[in-house]
Structure formats: structure tokens, C-alpha cells
């Protein structure tokens, strides 16, 4: 018997008058529609990093956006993928897929699915769009798992699609993907490319002069390395009012709003400061918030520069706010070396473990935050220069959101059938 899919979320579609109007069948196992090979674990012995036997898959870490990328081979295999074969993570996590492109070994953890009489890519994506459901069936005391009989009684194509159509989405669902990937790949080079520059603007300036050697590494001979309290006017812990999504209280930034770098007001919450804190906490333009507590390490410490986002706007007590001496450092600098190699392994190497798993900093570590002190003018130039690449983020960013929330909308509804290929308005080559 065909295995429904549990929760409406991964069933909404049509119902069974709706598909015999249409001329559809009910789902189909997959086994009905695949070859399925689970994973074996070959010998230990096998196993190598220099490239001797086939590529060696044990899970989802070895999956990436689209195809795994080998880390391990091995000689004496036991299972095999073939080229073009669908392969999903069978132990937790549960679900995730990748396309194999080259013939490989697959341990336990993964299985291989290869498809007969449905569309390759169709089914590929149509795993997609019940991963969740897939998650939920496994089971186990230390990890989760699936096994062969659960993924052959999978229920696919539960709306009937004919082939010709199944090639028709995955071919539009394929476009999608890969503008996706297009854009994450623009990401990751903007990335690599800014975390490039800000270690030679930070280690050799911009007047191509001698180096000196310094408890953070080498910097141009001119300039200073000073604790930031000798150049920092003030550092304040926030308000611990409650706050919400009432409008009627004041904004009042959070660590979600602190994502390193600028500030995010998309999940703004208010609160009502006192009347003490009213002067004393209100953000000023040029303000930097370093985050105080987080449970991930390498977040205590984060920091933003907040540049007039919202008016009258102020910040919680997880948040430190750093006010500086304008005239000997540059915010847009301060706030740029923060995220550097150095800035981040000192401020999250100084953060103590708390007995709740937190990590926390406070404002007598960060004020023994040595920080390169070239001149003024030397900071606005690099502050600029590095802000010239991230005001291309936010479009890119923007661009990339966009396309996956089509993905997922229309993931769903071709799949479902809600909608059909010959109804969506797709753009023409002119």
C-alpha cells in the first residue's frame, strides 16, 4: 500500500476527482519508479586522500549545493553510485540530496537512487520538496536513520504529472537553481575578495611604506596599536526592558539586529526605556554594537556600525555600545577591522563559557582590544575602499532571496499540479 504523506503542508495538491477530471494517478512508490542501491562501508583500509580508487560519499557533509565534493576515496569498494544517480543522506540528517556526477563509492549513509521510467531531474526535485516529510521517518536511539523499505514505499508523484511535463518543470526548476547558484557563487567571490583586501589594507596601508612588527602582526611603520580604551569615549551596556512588537515603545536593537558589519532592522522589536535611559542609551550615528553574549563562540563579540537606520533608537543589554573620539579613530574603520582574522580570534578568543553554554565578552576585555591607530585620513580611505564592495552585497543579496522564495513557490506548485507548466508566463529569448 501506497505510504501517505503525513501533514498538509507536504500533501496540499489536488484531490481524486480533481485528478480523474484531469486524467491523473494516484502516487506511485518509488521503488516503483527507481533502483535503489543503499550505502556499504568498505574496509578502512581503502580509504585514502590522494586520489587512489573512486571518490568515497559517507553523508551529507560531503554534499554540496548541487554535487558532493569529494574529500576521501577509496580503492576497494563495495557500493557503488553511477554517474547521474540521485543520492540522498540516509542517516542524520535525513533527506538531503545531491546528483552524483562521476561514478563513486557511497558508504552507509548515503543511498543511491536511480531512476526508471520518471524524469531524472523531476524526481530529484521532487525528493526536494518532501524532505521534511522524509526527515520525519527516521528513527533511531543515537541518530536518526531510514531504511530500504521506507524509501522504496516513498510516495512520488502523488498528482500524476506525464512525463513530457516532468521534463518541462525540471527544466524550469534546473534555470532557477542555477541562477541560485550564480548568485551564491558572486557572493562567495565578493567575499574571498574583501576578506582578501582588508588583510593587505590592514597589514600594509595604502602609502606603500616600511612594516613593523606588533602584538597583532605586522602594520605599516607609522602606525600606532593602542588599547581602544585610550581612544574610545565611552562603552555602555543596553536597557533590559522587555520588548515587542508594539510600535507604540521606542526601537530598541537586539543581537538578531547586530549581523556583523551594518545593522538589520527587518525583525525590529520596542520597548519602553526609563526615563533615566532616555538620553543615555538613544544611538547617535557613528555608534558601534559589539554583541555581549551569544551561544555560538565565534559571535560573542560581532560588531555593527549603527549609521541613523531609525530615529530615536535605542539598545538592549546583550549589546555593548562602543562611542569613539572621532577625531582619533574612524567608526567605518574600527568597525571594519573588528571582522578581520585579528578582530574576530581576539574578541571571541577572550569570551568565557558560561554555566548556560553562552559565550560572553564584557567592556573590560574589549577595552584591551588593541586596535591599529593609522591617520584620519589613512582610516576614511580604507573605510571607503572597503565599503565600495559591500554596497554591492545588498543587491546581490536581494537578488538571491528573490530567487529562492520562486524556487520554493514554484517547487511546490508544479509539483502539486496547483499549477501547470502551460499556464506560468515565462519569459522569451528576444
Known amino acids: 500500500m501506497v505510504q501517505k504523506l503525513s501533514g498538509k503542508g507536504d500533501r496540499e495538491g489536488i484531490d481524486e476527482d480533481s485528478r480523474r477530471d484531469r486524467g491523473m494517478s494516484d502516487a506511485v512508490m518509488l521503488s516503483d519508479v527507481a533502483m535503489l542501491v543503499m550505502g556499504q562501508s568498505p574496509p578502512s583500509t581503502s580509504y585514502n586522500d590522494a586520489g587512489d580508487g573512486l571518490p568515497f560519499y559517507q553523508g551529507k557533509t560531503d554534499f554540496g549545493a548541487t554535487y558532493p565534493t569529494p574529500r576521501i576515496y577509496c580503492s576497494e569498494p563495495k557500493k557503488l553510485a553511477e554517474e547521474g544517480d540521485i543520492l540522498m543522506s540516509v ?26 521510467g520518471i524524469d531524472r531531474d523531476f524526481l530529484y526535485f521532487y525528493l526536494k520538496k518532501i524532505e521534511g516529510y522524509i526527515d520525519s521517518l527516521g528513527s533511531g536511539a543515537i ?5 530500504k523499505s521506507q524509501l522504496a514505499e516513498l510516495p512520488i508523484n502523488d498528482a500524476g504529472i506525464s512525463l513530457p511535463e516532468q521534463k518541462k518543470i525540471a527544466h524550469i526548476l534546473s534555470t532557477v537553481q542555477r541562477a541560485i547558484e550564480a548568485q551564491e557563487r558572486i557572493i562567495a567571490t565578493t567575499t574571498e575578495l574583501k576578506k582578501a583586501l582588508m588583510q593587505k589594507l590592514f597589514t600594509e596601508g595604502l602609502r606603500n611604506e616600511p612594516k613593523k612588527q606588533t602584538e597583532i602582526g605586522p602594520v605599516p611603520k607609522s602606525w600606532e596599536v593602542v588599547p581602544l580604551e585610550q581612544i574610545a569615549e565611552s562603552f555602555q551596556y543596553g536597557t533590559s526592558v522587555k520588548c ?52 555560538v563562540k565565534e559571535n560573542a563579540g560581532r560588531c555593527s556600525l549603527f549609521e541613523d537606520e531609525i530615529e530615536d533608537c535605542y539598545f538592549a543589554s546583550y549589546l555593548i555600545r562602543v562611542r569613539l573620539d572621532p577625531r582619533r579613530l574612524n567608526p567605518s574603520f574600527l568597525n571594519e577591522y573588528s571582522r578581520t582574522e585579528v578582530g574576530t580570534s581576539f574578541l571571541s578568543g577572550k569570551s568565557i563559557r558560561t554555566a548556560d553554554g553562552k559565550f560572553n565578552i564584557n567592556s573590560g576585555t574589549l577595552k584591551t582590544m588593541l586596535v591599529p591607530v593609522p591617520a584620519i585620513y589613512e582610516q576614511e580611505e580604507i ?38 507548466v502551460h499556464e506560468l508566463e515565462l519569459p522569451t529569448k528576444g
Open 91 to 116: 542517516r542524520a540528517p535525513v533527506g538531503a540530496t545531491n546528483l552524483c556526477n562521476t561514478k563513486s563509492c557511497i558508504g552507509r549513509g548515503i543511498a543511491a537512487i536511480r531512476a526508471n
Open 143 to 147: 541518530f536518526k536513520a531510514i531504511n
Open 244 to 295: 515587542g512588537y508594539d510600535v507604540k515603545g521606542k526601537p530598541v536593537l537586539r543581537i538578531p539586529n547586530v549581523v556583523g558589519g551594518a545593522v538589520d532592522i527587518n525583525d525590529l522589536k520596542f520597548g519602553k526605556p526609563k526615563p533615566n535611559e532616555i538620553g543615555n542609551l538613544r544611538l547617535q550615528s557613528g555608534d558601534l554594537l559589539f554583541v555581549r553574549t551569544n551561544g
Open 383 to 420: 573605510a571607503r575602499a572597503l565599503a565600495s564592495i559591500d554596497s554591492k552585497s545588498p543587491i546581490t543579496r536581494a537578488k538571491l532571496s528573490a530567487l529562492q522564495d520562486l524556487f520554493r513557490t514554484l517547487l511546490h506548485e508544479l509539483m502539486t499540479a496547483k499549477t501547470r
